[in-house]
């Protein structure tokens, strides 16, 4: 049995990992052994820890990392807790693989212990572009670290092969999100109204809106502000809006969140909506909108339009659902005002397809699992070397 390690530490990275974790607890040829840290373990981030526990995973260790502070010193103490907490537990649980999702700077936790340990790192969803965040640089310092590439679309396993990354290294296996969506991992409307007390007659809108980590802060607080502005232009919607994930400036962010639900009564704020319960809102929901990348990877699976806010997610495939606009309040409002009631732009959504879907069968899993199970696992594995594509090579296309 190969023992295969799993890293989770927010909630929407645990969303896309749970099909894969569920493979590999599945496999007759893999044995799963579950890292938990970071946000999971935050009463103020919704305590997710308790979900996987409730989709029936046993986390083999606990990593209570997270200062509450979102300053950049914080967020570099929590890093360095993580790495202090993970440090015997490649000694005590040796692993065979570990496998990673994204590009979120709490990697480089599991990471550091995975190099220093020589443990080969499967890593999904490389090779993209989110120009308005630290992520971006997170992403492709976890590519140069990382042994097995798993991009969600062949576009970003040509960039991989592009970054010197040979070619069997990489393997195209799309979004674990969308074998999620299609396997019907999605909480029911009544579930969602019970649960969150909705008003299932009144139209929806999800918002989420991270801070552009690039720029300063009170730029972000600035865009926000801009955000809500336009919002206000929507009062006859019920306006459902998630919580930032933990980086630098999500404490404002969600202060003036709060402020603005005070006073609104149809404004509906949560820390969290659990994975279920955020894909079933985005599949009720007349539009979504904010910074996020589920507004570009999920919902489109939905056909439902997303109003992309911002440059944080600049540079990724995108549907013909996603509407980018600028921060600013009049863009905003032209670009939901599109999304919710240009009869054109809406009836082309039912005829959406999402980019992070390539094979259009949803089976992300299985290939991960077929990738893990077979692999070998030698000294050619470990030792990475540059191999750029020469002019004209067609193979890396393939991949």
């Known amino acids: 049995m190969r023992r295969v390690a799993v890293f989770t530490a927010t909630r929407a990275e645990y969303g896309l990992l749970r099909p894969v974790i569920k493979s590999i607890k599945n496999s007759n040829r893999l044995d799963l052994s579950l890292i938990v840290a970071g946000a999971h373990l935050v009463p103020g981030q919704g305590l997710t820890v308790q979900e996987i526990l409730d989709d029936g995973f046993t986390p083999d260790c606990l990593i209570d990392n997270v200062l509450f502070s979102d300053s950049p010193d914080a967020l570099v103490k929590s890093v360095g807790l993580g790495l202090i907490e993970i440090g015997g537990y490649f000694t005590s649980h040796p692993a065979d693989i570990i496998l990673l999702l994204g590009d979120r700077y709490e990697l480089f936790i599991p990471l550091v212990a995975a190099l220093m340990h020589r443990v080969p790192v499967a890593h999904l969803c490389g090779g993209e572009t989110t120009e308005g965040a630290l992520d971006e640089q997170v992403r492709h310092a976890i590519t140069k670290m990382a042994h097995l590439h798993f991009p969600s ?72 502000k801009s955000l809500i502005a336009a919002l206000k232009e929507f009062s006859e919607y019920q306006q459902v809006i998630t919580h930032p994930g933990i980086e630098v400036g999500y404490l404002e962010v969600v202060k003036v969140w709060e402020e603005y639900a005070a006073v609104n009564p149809r404004v509906k704020l949560f820390n969290n909506l659990g994975s279920r319960g955020y894909l079933g809102v985005m599949k009720n929901a007349a539009a979504v909108v904010g910074n996020s990348s589920s507004g570009i990877i999920e919902a489109p699976s939905f056909k439902v339009p997303t109003v992309n806010v911002g440059d944080r997610q600049k540079g990724r495939l995108r549907a013909e659902s996603v509407i980018d606009v600028s921060c600013r309040k009049d863009a905003i409002v032209a670009g939901l005002r599109r999304a919710l009631h240009e009869e054109d732009f809406r009836s082309h959504l039912k005829e959406t397809k999402n980019p992070y879907d390539p094979y259009g069968d949803g089976k992300v899993s299985e290939r991960v699992i077929s990738v893990l199970e077979s692999v070998s696992l030698d000294r050619r594995l470990l030792n990475k070397r540059l191999d750029f594509p020469s002019p004209g090579e067609e193979a890396y296309l393939k991949c």
Request: glycine letters at 10%.
């Open 153 to 224: 679309a062949f576009e970003y396993g040509r960039c991989l092969r592009q970054m010197g990354e040979e070619a069997w290294r990489i393997h195209v296996v799309g979004s674990p999100v969308v074998e999620n969506i299609r396997c019907g991992n999605v909480m029911g409307i009544r579930d969602i109204n019970a649960k969150f007390g909705f008003n299932p007659e009144l139209p929806t809108l999800l918002i989420t809106y991270h801070p552009e980590t690039i720029a300063k802060e009170k730029e972000s607080i600035g865009q926000i």
